[in-house]
C-alpha cells in the first residue's frame, strides 16, 4: 500500500532567508523528515504548490483536489498551511468520499528547533494508514474530520467547531 | 477518551552524561516531547521503570502487563527499548485482547539532533487512537502486530516476521 | 576580570511567533547560549533595548555609548543586529579608546536550528578579552576594526572596507 | 594569515551508533561546524586520528607534536578529548615555544543538542589569532597557558592548577 503525500507549502517549510531575515520557501522537508523518521512507509511525494497558506486560492484548491482524485493512491497525506486549512479539507471533503485524505502542517516550521512538524509527519502517516475514507485534519496529535474542524486563532490549537 | 502512557526506559530517554561520556537514563522525555508537538490527546503518564531493554527481565514484563491490564484505559502506548521490543510485544500480546496497546521506541536517543523519537510518538499515538484492540509495535512510520513484528538487526528496522 | 554584556536585539534573539507567523523579540537569549558553550568567564549582562538593527535609531546608539563608557568594565561585548552593525561600531568607536568593545550577532536566530551565534558568541568572548583596547566587529570567525569594517549585503559576510 | 587545524578524535566528534547504541568515531564534524559558523577564516585541516583522549598513547602525542612542528602554519588550533587535553598540552608546551597552539574539545559530542562544541570551536579560533606565540588550552570560554591548566574531573570545567 503505498501512501501519496502532496506537498503544498506552509509552515512547515518555510526557512530562514539569512540575506534579508524573511521567511521563504526553497524545496519541501519532507523527504528529510521522513528520513529522520526513519519511515519505511512506501510513499510517492509530489508538490503541487508551495504557498503560504493565507495566499492559497480557489484555483490552488481545484488543483489539490484534482491530484488527489487523479492519482492511483487511495490514502493521501497533505502537508498544508494551518490557517486555512481547515478550508482545503472542506472544499476536499466535498469532493471525494472513497479516499482518505489526511491534512497536516507544523505551527512553526521544521527547519526551527521547536517544531512540531516531525510529530504532526508522524501522527498524519499514521491516521493515514488506519482511518476510514474521508477527509481529515490531524494536528495536536488528534484527527479531526473536515466538517467539524476549526483553528482556534487564539491559541493554535485545532478543536471540532461548537466545542 | 485518555491515552495511557506506560514510560520503561530505551534508547528514548538516555542522555548523555558529560563527566564520564556514558549514557544513562535521568527523567523521561515523554512530557517534553508532547508539548514539543503540541499534543492536546489527553494523556496519563507513568513511569513504570528505565531500563535498557537489553536488560529487561521477565519480571519487568509481568509488571508492565499488570499495569496495563489494572489501569482504567483501554488504550495505551508503552516507551520501550529497540532491542526486546518485540518480547515484550509478545508477553502483552498473549494476556490482552480487549485494549489497544502500542510500543513505540527510538533507534537514537531524543536528546540527540537526529532522532526519530519524536515522529514514532507522534505515530504511536495516532495509531492507538485508530487500530483496533490488540498489542502492536509502531516503529519506522508502520505498524505492526505483536504476532508478526521482528526487528532487523543489520538494518535496525522492524519488519514482519518470515518478510 | 569581569566581562560586560551589552544586548541589543537583532537577529541573534529573534523568535518565531506561532500563531501569526512573523518573528519577534522575547526575552536575550545570552544567558541560555553562555550556559550552553559551559561558558566559565565571570560576565555582567544588561539588556538596553531589543530591537531590530535597521530601526535603531541615534538615540539608541547615545545610549549604548553610555552605557559603555559608564560601566566599570574595560571589556564589552555588544549583540546587535548585523544590518547596521558597522554604524554602531563607527559611532563607538569614535567615542571610545582606552576599552575593549567587540560587536557580535548572527545571520540566523540562536533558536533556528542552523544559526551562528553560539560560534560567534564563543569567538566575540575570546576575542574581548584578548584584543588591545579599540573597538571591533566579531563575525565569520574573524575581527574587524571599527574603522574598516563593512557588510557584505550580496554575501551577507563581513570583509574590510575596500577589500 | 592560515589556520592549521589537527583533528585527533574526542567527544567533538562522537556520534551515536544506532544499531549498537555505542558512541563512536566516524568522520570529524569540524567542517561542517565552520561552516554553520559562517566561518571566514583560512584554514587547513588534517586529521590525524580519531581516539578516545583516554586512549591516546605517548606515540599519538609524538605524532601530534612532530605535525605541529613540521607544518607551516605559525597559529594551530587542536581539537582534543578533554580528558588528557591537559597531559597532550603539555608533551606540546615542552617542545613548541614560536607557534600559536591551542587546544579545544567538547563535553558533549557535538551531534547532540545540548553540545559546548560550537562555542568552543568559535572561541578556540578566535584564541589562536589574538594569543601570543605559547600552547593554550580554550574550554569554557576561557584560555589556560599548558603550565598551569587543569582538568577538574568533579565539575567537568577546566580551571587553573591550585585554583
Not at 1 to 23: A, P, S
Not at 61 to 80: A, F, G, K
Not at 84 to 106: F, H
Not at 114 to 123: R, V
Request: proline share 2%; charged share 25%; hydrophobic share 40%.
Amino acid at each position: 500500500m503505498t501512501i501519496r503525500i502532496f506537498v503544498t507549502g506552509g509552515t512547515f517549510d518555510k526557512e530562514y532567508n539569512e540575506l534579508d531575515g524573511r521567511l521563504y520557501f526553497q524545496d519541501s522537508h519532507v523527504h528529510e523528515m521522513l528520513k529522520l523518521g526513519r519511515s519505511k512507509v512506501p510513499v510517492e511525494i509530489r508538490t503541487l504548490m508551495m504557498v503560504d497558506s493565507l495566499e492559497m486560492t480557489e484555483g490552488d484548491r481545484r488543483i489539490i483536489v484534482e491530484n488527489c482524485l487523479r492519482c492511483p493512491e487511495d490514502r493521501i497525506v497533505i502537508t498544508h498551511g494551518t490557517d486555512t486549512m481547515e478550508d482545503t479539507a472542506r472544499v476536499l471533503g466535498e469532493a471525494i468520499t472513497w479516499k482518505t485524505v489526511v491534512l497536516t502542517g507544523a505551527m512553526v516550521p521544521y527547519k526551527f528547533g521547536s517544531s512540531d512538524g516531525l510529530f504532526n509527519l508522524g501522527s498524519a502517516l499514521a491516521f493515514v494508514q488506519t482511518l476510514p475514507a474521508g477527509v481529515y485534519v490531524a494536528m495536536n496529535g488528534r484527527y479531526f474530520r473536515w466538517d467539524v474542524v476549526h483553528k482556534n486563532r487564539k491559541t493554535g490549537e485545532f478543536e471540532e467547531a461548537g466545542s
